[in-house]
């Protein structure tokens, strides 16, 4: 790495530079925010001369995604083997001064245009006073210049203006013209060092993101390349199958996985753009059929009930390597695979380093043998209740949710298939969640806490069912919806609940609690494959901890 090196420009080169297309803006700067009145303080202070700080310039030949439309002018994009100078300090003084030479329209996020032809040099103010003004309301039109014609307005209309202003008009434009751009370029740096950079001297700015950065190292006009619009046409495909909710830190993961069998933020701003770019399709394509895996064989119906997003990238590393689906001893290692990571907290903490752990897993698997894993899992009911406090950010909550989406619970009232949405699943008062034993009802019998418990918890379609039971205990409002449900017997089955059995007739939550968690139990035995590590846990638990009671006090 070269220091970086102190230099200038003036007037005419700058343009020279933005309108050649050597001075680029990249994508992970923010958007142009200065008023027309901010850049006219701009100008006032070029024409008194004063220092209006220095421009940061990276200079390289990589190939950024960057904003060539600054203020609304296409500008060429430059020459294969030029240096470009990527801006990482001073974009809105630079777009400002070139909208307000220029005399561009720039529009704004809300879609009005703001007009930087209309400042003007007020040429009967006194050196103390604002020369460059934005608006005329408080000035003679008479003795105002716009500052685009005083740079590049033709003889005759200077000439329009008093004997007076004339020295003035030709004194503010060799002041303009003359002032020195005071510039850093910072050269031979890496794009994480450069927007390492850009960070520290950005104050108070948000850290730019892993993703930002490739998106800008990744950029590649000639074929099309823009990981930004790239990652946003798989959330719209993954939309239409109710997987939108992935974060685009899981599509770096998984290609840095692939490339480098490491997903570390220093390794994935190492990887070449051309590698990336290559192996981007197969990728996607990877993550799409792993969604809809999930979907299909496990019956998740949505992202938001993942356990862990990152559980997508071992299964599309699995898809990568292998295009059909698995069958036989793969279908069960796999499926040993989601439900031991989803119920033992893999993905709590380490996420980098246990994936890329992971997939070695997911290799063996691949070959045909069985992986070995360094935790077990407690599936005993006793440790399914203690462990159940409701919380919809619990990946152990969730995977006991994406146990009862698998049997496609049904409507209390008609036995219809429940619609499990995104859009419900933010919070925990979701209209999908319904407490079998309202907590309005428990009050003042168990502690919220014990209320509150996963074991208590059935996914419904709406506020139908939430409207109808309200604080009725469940004796009273399974009767009732007996007598429209002639099937619902059936119905409580996609629920694991039993509505003959399980306490329901006399109300007794202790005894509900005891039933279901048996039930869920049973459920997840048979999909996890024990091991020695299981019983261990287990038996750590036993010696060790006290359960809680679960009945009434």
């Known amino acids: 790495m070269r220091l970086p090196q102190?230099?200038?420009?003036?007037?005419?080169?700058?343009?020279?530079?933005?309108?050649?297309?050597?001075?680029?803006?990249?994508?992970?700067?923010?958007?142009?925010?200065?008023?027309?009145?901010?850049?006219?303080k701009l100008i006032?202070?070029?024409?008194?001369?004063?220092?209006?700080?220095?421009?940061?310039?990276?200079?390289?030949?990589?190939?950024?995604?960057?904003?060539?439309?600054?203020?609304?002018?296409?500008?060429?994009?430059?020459?294969?083997?030029?240096?470009?100078?990527?801006?990482?300090?001073?974009?809105q003084r630079l777009t400002?001064?070139?909208?307000?030479?220029?005399?561009?329209?720039?529009?704004?996020?809300?879609?009005?245009?703001?007009?930087?032809?209309?400042?003007?040099?007020?040429?009967?103010?006194?050196?103390?006073?604002?020369?460059?003004?934005?608006?005329?309301?408080?000035?003679?039109?008479?003795?105002c210049i716009r500052l685009g014609e005083l740079l590049h307005g033709d003889f005759q209309k200077l000439a329009t203006f008093p004997k007076d202003f004339q020295e003035r008009i030709k004194d503010y434009k060799t002041?303009?013209?003359?002032?020195?751009?005071?510039?850093?370029?910072?050269?031979?740096?890496?794009?994480?060092?450069?927007?390492?950079?850009?960070?520290?001297?950005?104050?108070?700015?948000?850290?730019?993101?892993?993703?930002?950065?490739?998106?800008?190292?990744?950029?590649?006009?000639?074929?099309?390349?823009?990981?930004s619009q790239e990652f946003d046409n798989l959330i719209e495909r993954l939309e239409q199958i109710n997987y939108e909710t992935i974060s685009d830190a899981l599509v770096l993961q998984l290609i840095a996985l692939l490339l480098k069998r490491d997903c570390r933020r220093r390794v994935i701003l190492t990887l070449g753009r051309e590698e990336f770019i290559s192996t981007?399709?197969?990728?996607?394509?990877?993550?799409?059929?792993?969604?809809?895996?999930?979907?299909?064989?496990?019956?998740?119906?949505?992202?938001?009930?993942?356990?862990?997003?990152?559980?997508?990238?071992?299964?599309?590393?699995?898809?990568?390597q292998h295009k059909d689906k698995p069958d036989g001893d793969a279908f069960e290692r796999l499926r040993d695979f989601f439900w031991r990571c989803s119920l033992g907290g893999r993905y709590s903490v380490s996420v980098e380093s246990r994936l890329a752990q992971d997939i070695d897993r997911i290799d063996t698997i691949l070959s045909g043998k069985v992986p070995a894993y360094d935790w077990g899992v407690d599936l005993s009911p006793e440790f399914i209740i203690a462990n159940g406090w409701f919380g919809t950010g619990r990946a152990f909550v969730k995977a006991i949710l994406c146990l009862l989406a698998y049997h496609e619970p049904k409507s209390f009232s008609d036995g219809a298939t429940v619609r499990i949405s995104n859009d419900w699943l933010k919070q925990a008062n979701s209209r999908n969640y319904h407490h079998f034993f309202p907590r309005a009802w428990l009050r003042g019998h168990v502690d919220d806490e014990r209320a509150n418990n996963i074991v208590n918890i059935?996914?419904?379609?709406?506020?139908?069912?939430?409207?109808?039971?309200?604080?009725?205990?469940?004796?009273?409002?399974?009767?009732?919806?007996?007598?429209?449900?002639?099937?619902?017997?059936?119905?409580?089955?996609?629920?694991?609940?039993?509505?003959?059995?399980f306490g329901i007739a006399d109300n007794d939550y202790a005894a509900f609690l005891k039933a279901r968690a048996e039930r869920i139990s049973e459920e997840l035995k048979e999909r996890v494959i024990r091991i020695d590590k299981d019983a261990e846990r287990q038996a750590v638990r036993n010696d060790d901890t006290e359960e809680p009671t679960t009945g009434f006090e």
Do not use: C
């Open 458 to 501: 059935t996914i419904v379609d709406d506020y139908l069912n939430k409207r109808r039971i309200g604080a009725k205990p469940p004796s009273q409002y399974m009767a009732e919806f007996a007598k429209e449900n002639k099937a619902l017997d059936a119905t409580m089955r996609t629920h694991l609940i039993d509505p003959h059995a």
């Open 280 to 320: 981007w399709p197969m990728a996607v394509a990877a993550i799409e059929t792993a969604a809809e895996y999930l979907r299909n064989s496990y019956r998740i119906p949505v992202s938001r009930l993942l356990p862990y997003n990152a559980l997508l990238v071992p299964f599309a590393y699995y898809f990568y």
């Open 96 to 143: 400002s001064l070139f909208a307000a030479i220029r005399g561009l329209k720039i529009e704004r996020s809300s879609g009005a245009p703001d007009d930087f032809s209309s400042i003007y040099l007020n040429l009967a103010a006194a050196e103390n006073e604002q020369i460059a003004i934005h608006e005329l309301e408080n000035a003679n039109p008479a003795t």
């Open 175 to 227: 002041r303009i013209e003359g002032y020195q751009f005071p510039i850093i370029e910072v050269q031979d740096v890496a794009i994480d060092i450069a927007t390492e950079i850009f960070t520290r001297i950005n104050v108070g700015g948000k850290p730019l993101s892993v993703f930002e950065i490739m998106v800008a190292k990744t950029y590649d006009e000639v074929k099309g390349f823009d990981l």
């Open 44 to 91: 006032d202070s070029l024409l008194k001369g004063y220092p209006i700080g220095t421009l940061i310039f990276w200079a390289t030949r990589d190939r950024l995604r960057s904003v060539r439309n600054i203020g609304g002018i296409d500008l060429p994009p430059p020459k294969d083997g030029d240096v470009v100078q990527y801006v990482l300090d001073g974009q």
């Open 6 to 40: 102190p230099t200038h420009l003036n007037y005419a080169g700058l343009l020279n530079d933005i309108d050649r297309g050597r001075i680029k803006i990249p994508q992970f700067q923010r958007d142009f925010v200065w008023s027309i009145e901010k850049s006219a």
